[in-house]
């Protein structure tokens, strides 16, 4: 069981749809982070927030919105991807986003089609 | 800008034999840590095994240990006694000290294929 869960597994939509991503982590950390999974490509973070605040934008384009209520629970929200965008949404968090002494804990990601 | 370059796409082992997996990156960072994750097929990444670039002792987890060449700029990983279930996708990751907020540079990937 992981303590960091993704939903859905999998997710299929067209390109003018608008749908949204969503992470739970249950083990009291107060980063997470997005990260995006491409074949062939390395993992390119997306997202970084830190006691709920935004720290990092990785010149992601603005289809992509997260959105952080707070320190347990991370939202991609989704809206008129490209299928270029298709690939592997990876969510993580960690303690303390400055010590690496605090590894990173990932889910299961979630496998976005765009077609 | 840092980059992780892993030159294996696919590597593999028998069972119970040892296998090692090569990574070389490129920074001008002096304060750095190296990481070696684990993708399985249910996609969880799972941390190896780390390295903090100031320490010249070689970390070890169990059947897992690394080779870092500093000056060479090279982090490979060595699975001793190969066991079926490290058969997975393995990355490479760079993670720059100081407040940067746990960004990491992962390399393209090592598939490991473990041969009963």
């Known amino acids: 069981e992981t303590g960091v869960t993704q939903t859905p597994r999998h997710l299929v939509m067209g390109m003018t749809n608008k749908k949204s991503l969503k992470c739970e982590q249950h083990?009291?950390?107060?980063?997470m982070y997005w990260y995006k999974q491409s074949a062939k490509k390395p993992l390119e973070l997306m997202f970084v927030?830190?006691?709920?605040?935004?720290?990092e934008n990785n010149s992601v384009p603005s289809r992509f919105s997260p959105e952080c209520p707070n320190s347990s629970h991370l939202f991609l929200h989704l809206h008129t991807l490209q299928p270029e965008d298709s690939a592997l949404y990876l969510c993580?968090?960690?303690?303390?986003?400055?010590?690496?002494?605090?590894?990173?804990?990932f889910g299961n990601g979630t496998r976005l089609t765009v077609t | 800008a840092q980059t992780v370059t892993q030159s294996q796409p696919e590597m593999s082992v028998q069972e119970a034999e040892t296998v090692t997996l090569s990574c070389t990156y490129d920074?001008?960072?002096?304060?750095?840590?190296l990481f070696w994750y684990k993708q399985p097929p249910s996609r969880q990444m799972i941390l190896v095994i780390r390295?903090?670039?100031?320490?010249?002792q070689n970390a070890t987890e169990n059947r897992f240990s690394v080779n870092f060449q500093k000056a060479a700029k090279s982090f490979s990983l060595k699975i001793s006694d190969s066991q079926l279930g490290d058969a997975a996708m393995y990355f490479c990751?760079?993670?720059?000290?100081?407040?940067?907020?746990?960004?990491?540079?992962f390399g393209q990937g090592t598939i490991l294929t473990v041969h009963p």
């Open positions: 993580a968090s960690s303690q303390d986003p400055r010590s690496y002494n605090s590894p990173l804990h």
């Open positions: 083990l009291g950390h107060n980063a």
């Open positions: 927030y830190n006691f709920k605040e935004q720290t």
């Open positions: 920074t001008s960072e002096s304060d750095y840590y």
């Open positions: 390295q903090e670039a100031y320490k010249q």
């Open positions: 990751a760079y993670g720059a000290g100081g407040t940067s907020y746990g960004k990491l540079t």
